[in-house]
């Protein structure tokens, strides 16, 4: 077992406890969910129906032929139905409430998980190029190895690392050049590392054949900064949810090949319409039975089944399952498709 290999075995363990954190924290959240429901609506009560029994009591006063034509009345009796209506869908709600606090803690967790693989991966950088201006032999590509440094200056920086890698460079390109310890510190690090890139495209213009110093990706997991879901793609159609949720799993997966096509209750018979006709050349279909209604669901399911199509239902209103499921159910389709296309290819 190389140093790659052992790298890559702890990256993964890494991952996989963060992973475990967050399910554990999730768990809990969950399990408090309905005991914080229930004082969120005692809130609701406490609050509104003081009110309501206040307006009441004026409409009480407000009888008779004398009051018929009263502006105030019918406005004190649209004040009544409309708390009416806010205390029986207190439950709701409260529910909405607690969800929107949840996800702001899932968020938190999940920016928690992202954190420590993007601080992993810059350590891991770090030791790519500190190997990269090692193998440089020459006092030209030891000095072109400072456009390479520089494209990652920022993630150097984030983790205090930016000194050590530009002392390293001065010192290799000392160590070969032939007119004495040439390269020396200017300012600031940052500084000097401009002033020896600039230098470098200098030198890389007075010749046709140019060095293009770059790190070997050795010990990182991938070229680019990590994204827990950068190998996902395909079409996701999913009724359910709310807009809140909907737009943390969209930021979630914008910058990756997942087209989503989501229909909440807030959404409008409308776009239920056109989602159904999504549901064809779909790759996974999900129902949220956290949050969608019955007809909604009865429309997904009848939906799918006309085109011969599975439904998952998915009984959550946090942001890790429903991401859990995306990813599971689109890493099972790509290697089904991995798999038939390797049997059709023997």
Known sequence: MDFSELDDLENSVQDLLSLAKIEVEEKRLQQQRDAQIQEEISKIKHRLEPLLAQVETMLQQLTGDDFAESATRRKLEEKAADLRQKLADAPTLAAQAIDRQM??????????????????????????????????????????????????????????????????????????????????????????????????????????????????????????????????????????????????????????????????????????????????????????????????????MQAAQRVGKTVEMINTTGVVRVLEAIEYGLKTKQLARHLNHSSKSN
């Open 103 to 300: 996800i702001l803690n899932e968020e938190r967790l999940l920016d928690e998980r992202i954190a420590e693989q993007t601080n992993r991966w810059r350590q891991a950088l770090k030791i790519d190029l500190l190997e990269m201006i090692a193998e440089q032999t020459d006092f030209f590509s030891a000095t072109d190895a400072a456009i390479a440094i520089r494209a990652y200056a920022h993630e150097l920086k984030a983790i205090g690392a930016l000194e050590e890698v530009v002392d390293t460079l001065i010192t290799q390109i000392n160590t070969h050049s032939e007119e004495g310890p040439v390269a020396r510190l200017r300012g600031s690090h940052d500084q000097t590392l401009n002033f020896i890139y600039n230098k470098a495209l200098e030198n890389r213009a007075r010749v046709e054949r140019t060095p293009d110093v770059q790190p070997r990706v050795r010990h990182r997991s991938s070229e680019k900064r990590p994204n827990p879901y950068g190998m996902l793609e395909g079409k996701v159609v999913i009724f359910g949810g709310h807009d809140r949720l909907e737009t943390v799993i969209r930021n979630r997966l914008r910058d990756v090949n997942v087209t989503l096509v989501w229909c909440t209750a807030q959404s409008g018979p409308q776009i239920a319409e056109q989602s159904e006709t999504h549901i064809a050349n779909a790759d996974l279909i999900l129902v949220l039975t956290g949050y969608t209604s019955h007809k909604l669901t009865d429309k997904a």
